[in-house]
């Protein structure tokens, strides 16, 4: 069955979050992206940038699940905060290390 499943980590991994992010689209779920930042030579605001933490936190409301990259297990406080939301909503909680040392890729 397929699962919508957003996608939380630190920008630091966007690269690997970006392939994560098509490994499990490709087994069939509908994966929810953050919004990264990309276009040269623009100017985020710091309201801009409260707005997309707010959109973030939308995409998880409408996931069934949130998928952590904690590479080398790193997990930041914003992505922290993801998490204590994902919970309080009643979400399940995927840690990607975790899927790499089980080889479940199965979700």
């Known amino acids: 069955m397929m699962k919508i499943i957003t996608l939380c980590g630190s920008f630091k991994f966007k690269k690997e979050m970006m392939e994560i992010a098509e490994k499990i689209a490709l087994k069939g779920n509908c994966i929810i992206t953050p919004t990264y930042h990309v276009i040269e ?4 605001t710091d309201e801009q940038l409260r707005k997309l933490k707010e959109e973030h936190f939308k ?5 069934d699940a949130i998928l952590v990259v904690n590479v080398k297990n790193y997990i930041g406080d914003s992505t922290n905060l993801e998490i204590e939301y994902a919970k309080k909503l009643g979400k399940e909680i995927i ?3 975790d899927l790499i040392k ?3 890729y199965k979700i």
């Open 41 to 44: 030579d623009y100017e985020i």
């Open 59 to 63: 995409k998880i409301e409408l996931a």
């Open 95 to 97: 840690y990607y290390t």
């Open 102 to 104: 089980e080889k479940l």
